[in-house]
């Protein structure tokens, strides 16, 4: 049993709950009711959303299956480089569109998986 993919696979239970709930109230729903968006853009980020929704979902199942299972350690490793590149991602869009952090928290969150990932991988 490894604690930090456990803790790994709680986070990201949370920022799938957060994505959904949260999320899902205050950016899906208006996207979702925007009439002055042309409806293919409109639908594909919608698409796009439950995407995301459906890769944090994996993200949890991978790190609890690693964190059980040391033979899937590669799921778990793919899974914390996506966390990686999600926050680098994050970072970059704050930064390129000069927002501020705060507007746009999704880095702080993939960072933390991140950083709960790695040292179960090493271990």
Do not use: E
């Not at 990201?12 to 709950?17: K, L, P, S």
């Not at 299972?69 to 996506?82: E, F, I, N, T, Y």
Request: net charge positive; aromatic share 10%.
């Amino acid at each position: 049993m490894n604690g930090f993919l456990i803790a790994a696979a709680i986070a990201a239970t949370g920022v799938t709950a957060l994505h959904v709930f949260a999320g899902g109230k205050a950016i899906a729903r208006p996207l979702l009711m925007a009439r002055d968006i042309h409806p293919v853009a409109r639908l594909t980020a919608y698409y796009c959303w439950h995407g995301v929704t459906i890769v944090l979902a994996g993200l949890v199942a991978a790190f609890a299956w690693a964190a059980f299972d040391s033979r899937a350690w590669p799921v778990a490793a793919l899974a914390a480089g996506l966390c990686l590149a999600f926050a680098i991602l994050g970072l970059g869009l704050v930064r390129i569109t000069r927002q501020k952090h705060r507007h746009m928290p999704q880095w702080l969150l993939f960072t933390g998986l991140t950083a709960l990932a790695v040292p179960g991988l090493l271990t």
